[in-house]
């Protein structure tokens, strides 16, 4: 099957790959909402203060390849490790896939298959979270991904579950689909680093069922010149726990959605982030979340610091339906700004239809604090150490969402690396 995608006048054709019954059906669904919605522009409601050309392009603008010789996010956790190297699963890079409490098939294995759990999940959350907002890079994700894994927790994980995305290929262009299963009870830690390719457009769909507990962070750094567009799509069930963490440092473009949604009582999401910009750099986190039930708590934390010229949007979203009452939703979006020339742009948005809610947001922008500046360099601290101490705190906000101290520790040290790189 081929559909057509409208972009600017600009009508190229998609094949959507072969497979089983369950994810043929699924491939075919995105690829006729996108042919009726075609691809993002700027006139799109949240894609005016990000323009989507480069990531709605026939081919990928190149991206050179930072080389370091520092130890990567998260190498010292002990964890299954999977690897990709411009958007392919290597193999023998990756640990056995073999881990107590958590089946882990690729995507691959999966869709050769007429019948696996996995239709429960793969473009059925991304399809739920085509509305009331439509999603045409999660749609052309869905349509055309074969290099993924599926992952189903059973139980309590032994032990995390890392992706780790390689970069090689100044030219790659990588299309990447986890859809993943935690069963009643199920506890899981999922982890990503690495910039992946010169462009990447990766989905995941996050099916936490009754009681169960879902932890994810991530890491996106490294290649300047690299352009990311992300999606993670949620559905909560009954007493459940749902925390997805993000640090961003380098990269010219980064789109990160996450599209969350309340279906079960008494539980609960984090979804927070911090990125570290410079110069060429433009960051983007758009939120969505939809309360369904009773008595759920939502929470969006996101910290930008920016400087020369760098842009960072946050657009975030509370939906609250009628019957959802007894809803908590906490927003906060704050900018840094280390100069004049760079730009923080803020969206917060609640629509609330029960009665019974404790909302919020919040949004601020502005410069370091002088009176603290003054103080620290009064005492000896040198200039720029003290406005990387103030920085480091302002997003340390943000990064104490994260649940595990090492991890935190981890995305702490990794944030100090960038400081250093960019004082020479």
Partial sequence: MSAKLKHRGVVPAITVPDGGQWVTQARETAAALLAETGLPHRRDEYWKYTDPTTLTAETATPAAIFESDEDRPFDAVDAVKI???????????????????????????AASKDIHWAGSVFGVLEGRGQTPVSRPLASLNTATATEGFVLRATGKAAKPVSFIYLHSNESSDAVIHHAIKLDAGADLTVLENGPAAARLNAVMEVEVADNAAFHHVRAQGRDHERRTATHIFARLGTESSFKSFTLTVNGVLTRNDAIVEFTGDNAHATVAGACAGDGAFHHDDTVFITHDAVNCESRQVFKKVLRNGAVGVFQGKILVKADAQKTDGYQISQGLLLDENSTFQAKPELEIYADDVACSHGSTVGAIDETALFYLTS??????????????????????EVEDDALGDDLRALLEGWMARRHG
């Fill in 379 to 400: 005492r000896g601290i040198p200039h720029k150490a003290a406005q990387d101490m103030l920085t480091l705190a302002f997003l340390n906000e943000a990064i104490e």
């Fill in 83 to 109: 690897v990709f190297v411009d958007g392919f699963y290597d193999a023998a890079q990756s640990d056995d896939l073999t881990l107590a409490g958590v089946e882990i098939e690729t995507l691959a294995d």
